[in-house]
């Protein structure tokens, strides 16, 4: 199956339509046309969701955990729950500019929340990527999960999704990314938990949290707010993976490794300095 059979939106359309969970999220045919469009669609989004996360379930027994198509349909079950809540985390960090101290603490609860469902969504992100790296490359993913987005009955919100999507895309490919260079140069690490990774540990680099950026814009934006907050600004760096490296693709080809460790190398020497100076005191 190529990339356009394997991304073909219609394949996932009619088989969650086919679902018995999706049809059981829906009102009865009368009373859904005697209501108004934005409850129409509120509607179809939770049905298509639940069909999608039941399918995914039913694969994923049936193939494992590492089946692109589980993953494919789980993405798209969470895809609505995504736009949502990374566009809550937009609103009220544009509102507090101070970030989540200075939140009343319903408003911190409602960001946290909305934080832990976009970094599930990102997990579900890595695995496609991981299991689908070979089938399709950045930019079709990326159209996949704008045309579904678009198949809930998001035309109008479609340029604002893919802004959103294509920056956890970018993000998470940043991060599978890295990690292949942290295995390529032989460097002892572990993925960071879902609370790690909520506090800016992507990485437990050699027992050091790190937060890894994608852009060095990210960088400077997430130092200044862990300076603000009494956190360690040298915690946090740039990958150091040029976005032109990537070659359109979702991974980083092999041969690169060794150039971008070059690069990034005196920056987790420096994290890892900082780190242990601050322990000491």
């Not at 991304?7 to 009865?28: D, G, V």
């Not at 209501?35 to 399918?55: F, T, V």
């Not at 979702?250 to 322990?279: C, M, Q, W």
């Amino acid at each position: 199956m190529n990339s356009q059979e394997t991304l073909n939106p219609r394949r996932f359309t009619s088989a969650i339509q086919s679902q018995t969970e999706f049809r059981a999220a829906l009102p009865t045919a009368e009373r859904f046309q005697a209501l108004e469009d934005k409850d129409k669609q509120h509607y179809r989004k939770r049905a298509i969701a639940a069909g999608a996360i039941s399918h995914a379930m039913r694969l994923e027994k049936e193939r494992g955990e590492y089946d692109l198509d589980a993953n494919l349909f789980k993405l798209v079950g969470e895809l609505e729950s995504f736009y949502t809540n990374k566009s809550t985390i937009t609103s009220l960090s544009d509102a507090y500019e101070g970030g989540p101290p200075t939140m009343p603490r319903h408003i911190k609860d409602k960001f946290y929340a909305s934080k832990d469902a976009v970094i599930s969504f990102n997990h579900t992100l890595r695995e496609v990527i991981n299991a689908g790296a070979s089938r399709f490359d950045f930019h079709e993913l990326l159209t996949f999960m704008t045309n579904m987005h678009m198949a809930a009955g998001g035309q109008k919100t479609a340029a604002n999704f893919q802004e959103l999507a294509k920056d956890s895309l970018v993000g998470m490919r940043n991060e599978i990314a890295f990690e292949q260079i942290l295995i390529a140069n032989d460097i002892d690490y572990e993925l960071g938990s879902v609370e790690q990774d909520a506090t800016g540990g992507d990485f437990i680099i050699e027992g050091v949290p790190v937060d890894v950026k994608s852009s060095p814009s990210a960088v400077e934006k997430a130092r200044q707010k862990a300076m603000r907050e009494g956190r360690d600004p040298n915690l946090i760096m740039w990958s150091h993976i040029r976005f032109e490296d990537y070659e359109g693709k979702l991974t980083l080809p092999y041969e690169k490794n060794g150039a971008v460790f070059a690069r990034v190398e005196p920056y987790i020497d420096r994290a890892i300095r900082s780190f242990d100076a601050r322990a000491a005191v």
